[in-house]
């Protein structure tokens, strides 16, 4: 009886340890556009480190559409995990537009993150939406290939393939800032 018990403790702690280190199951159509959604904010990532204007919005675009698509098919998810998706997919579409416009604005001006009035803003845009891709990629645990990384310089999140940290805020000062978050 006593081992009994201890293994029912065991258990218990095990699976509450799994819950929180994956956030909630998502069946198979969701769980598929998740991971497409995780390939597209690393290509979104690679696109900022490069500085490469036109990948950068190939890459907003294709997430927004992704987004819309993860929305429909969400359907399928009981209640309270369609409601926790919508809400995070809400955020990160709402954080990629304002980050698409002032993108825009600020190639038509011709300058970048790091210099002009207004860095500062921009700065705490790009921060946000890559914290708020990150968290998605680590809540339901679809990053796959794909790695976590923190820069301590700039406080930023980030989701990307490869080993070697690549800063996507800021590349020509902290070009390799960043460790592994497991």
């Not at 559409?65 to 359907?75: F, L, N, V």
């Not at 001006?109 to 207004?118: I, K, L, M, Q």
Request: hydrophobic share 40%; proline share 5%; with cysteine.
């Amino acid at each position: 009886m006593r081992y009994f018990v201890i293994a029912a403790i065991l258990w218990g702690w095990q699976a509450s340890a799994r819950g929180l280190a994956a956030g909630p199951p998502l069946r198979e159509p969701v769980n598929s556009q998740m991971k497409t959604f995780a390939k597209d904010a690393a290509r979104l990532h690679a696109a900022f480190f490069a500085q490469k204007h036109a990948g950068i919005e190939l890459a907003i675009a294709r997430m927004t559409s992704q987004i819309a698509r993860t929305a429909r098919s969400a359907k399928i998810l009981n209640d309270a995990d369609r409601e926790h998706l919508m809400r995070m997919l809400d955020l990160v579409r709402t954080n990629l537009e304002h980050l698409r416009a002032q993108m825009r604005a600020r190639w038509r001006a011709g300058t970048t993150a790091d210099s002009g009035s207004g860095a500062d803003d921009f700065d705490k845009n790009e921060i946000q939406t890559f914290k708020e891709l990150a968290q998605m990629a680590r809540i339901y645990d679809v990053s796959g290939p794909y790695r976590l990384f923190f820069c301590s310089s700039d406080r930023a999140f980030w989701l990307q393939s490869g080993l070697r940290p690549q800063d996507p805020l800021h590349p020509n000062r902290f070009p390799h800032c960043g460790t592994r978050v497991p």
